[in-house]
């Protein structure tokens, strides 16, 4: 049996003859990474004209077919009622099979980070020696480790808001329309900001169902807002985590309105750039809470 030595290299170029399998006798089992084929309603017209133009990949299991690659030509073909579908069936380890299927569903931009980190997950069960660091696994998939810490932190953030308020909306996806965003579905980038605000030590502070509740709030807020306006709520809302959101939300689009030019005393600003560094955020959000204490304890606020 061939060893895949880069997941650069398509399972394509180490491919056989094309069979024609009974579809009755295909399944998707445990190493096939996308659980769910989505809208496959185009892909139907499309298998009803002119068929399944390129095979699916399987391996052989006790007379079956377990699919490998091909969720959503296989489901089309269900659905257009074919009775057998054109498959390379190839004999394929555990590990083999969820390399190649991640790597392919990758390429195809046709996976959503939630089934990429149970992939990752089961790539580390079967071979942890071979994929138990960041850089073992984006070695593998021909990523850098930027994504994949990235793919790990946002679902990560989203899944500890869920366990922590089990009736929350919260979720994560590659390139979510602004409509989802609204209702809650994190762009991966918005997730791993959520990300690093669980894990700051004044958010961890919080008594448990307040911190719940507040990053709950805190992800259905940041959700819609380009990237840059969520980084710098979340870098506020560390400074301050028991504060209203909301609050929170209107004073950054308040300073980001009303530009403010403060020429600072050296030592303060040295002192801010410290507190910034120990605090994980920025020094602008340090000022921010500064100032708006001291309006509160003068009464202007």
Do not use: C
């Amino acid at each position: 049996m061939a060893k895949f030595t880069s997941a650069q290299q398509s399972w394509k170029e180490q491919t056989g003859a094309v069979m024609s399998v009974e579809l009755a006798k295909v399944f998707v089992g445990k190493v096939n990474v996308r659980k769910t084929p989505g809208d496959v309603g185009d892909l139907v017209d499309s298998v009803r004209e002119k068929g399944i133009l390129e095979p699916v990949l399987a391996r052989p299991i006790g007379g079956r077919y377990e699919l490998v690659v091909g969720s959503r030509r296989f489901e089309a073909a269900k659905v257009a009622g074919l009775k057998k579908i054109p498959a390379i069936v190839r004999p394929m380890t555990d590990e083999e099979a969820i390399i190649v299927s991640l790597v392919e569903n990758i390429q195809r931009r046709d996976i959503e980070p939630e089934e990429e980190y149970d992939a990752i997950v089961a790539l580390r069960k079967v071979n942890p020696r071979a994929y138990g660091s960041s850089d073992q696994v984006a070695k593998a998939l021909g990523k850098s480790r930027r994504y994949v810490e990235d793919h790990i932190s946002a679902v990560e953030a989203v899944r500890a808001i869920r366990k922590e308020s089990p009736r929350a909306q919260i979720s994560v996806k590659q390139a979510p329309l602004q409509s989802e965003r609204k209702e809650g579905v994190l762009p991966v980038k918005h997730a791993t900001f959520l990300q690093r605000a669980e894990e700051a030590a004044s958010v961890q502070d919080l008594p448990r169902r307040e911190r719940a509740s507040q990053l709950k709030e805190l992800a259905e807020t940041i959700a819609p807002m380009p990237s840059p306006e969520a980084e710098n709520v979340v870098s506020h809302f560390v400074m301050a985590p028991a504060r209203p959101v909301e609050d929170i939300k209107r004073e950054v689009a308040y300073l980001r309105a009303v530009k403010l030019e403060i020429l600072l005393d050296p030592r303060v600003a040295d002192a801010l750039r410290r507190a910034a560094e120990e605090r994980n955020t920025t020094m602008e959000a340090v000022a921010s809470l500064a100032v708006h204490s001291w309006l509160r304890q003068q009464r202007y606020a």
